[in-house]
Nanobody
Framework: VQLQAFGGGLVQAGGSLRLSCVGSGGTFATYAVGWFRQSPGKEREFLAGISWRGDHTHYSDAVKGRFTISRDNDKSTAFLQMTRLEPEDTALYFC?????????????????WGQGTLVTVSS
């Protein structure tokens, strides 16, 4: 499967944005999906994961309560709804697929990565 993230852009602090991760060329519905981000000078950071059926989710403490991950397997798409955005959320956001569980998505060995989409939050 190949992945492509969409939906990044410029938003003011306190605003919301929804990212999409579209899968193609494979059986998207059989993979768990996760969202990650990376800022200049920082390591890649896990944000959220969702099981292949969408019945289990897992969040990092940094985004729990602000971000929501979901998926629509009929459309081979996963989403990251981001609310109450802060300037510290500015980063390149990536989605990844893995043959694993939502809880184990932070372990990135073997993950399939999509190209990132840039999110910029202005103060």
């Amino acid at each position: 499967v190949q992945l492509q993230a969409f939906g990044g852009g410029l938003v003011q602090a306190g605003g919301s944005l929804r990212l999409s991760c579209v899968g193609s060329g494979g059986t998207f519905a059989t993979y768990a999906v996760g969202w990650f981000r990376q800022s200049p000078g920082k390591e890649r950071e896990f944000l959220a994961g969702i099981s292949w059926r969408g019945d289990h989710t897992h969040y990092s403490d940094a985004v729990k309560g602000r971000f929501t991950i979901s998926r629509d397997n009929d459309k081979s798409t996963a989403f990251l709804q981001m609310t109450r955005l802060e300037p510290e959320d500015t980063a390149l956001y990536f989605c990844a697929a893995g043959v694993t569980t939502a809880l184990a998505m932070p372990v990135t060995i073997g993950h399939i990565w999509g190209q990132g989409t840039l999110v910029t939050v202005s103060s």
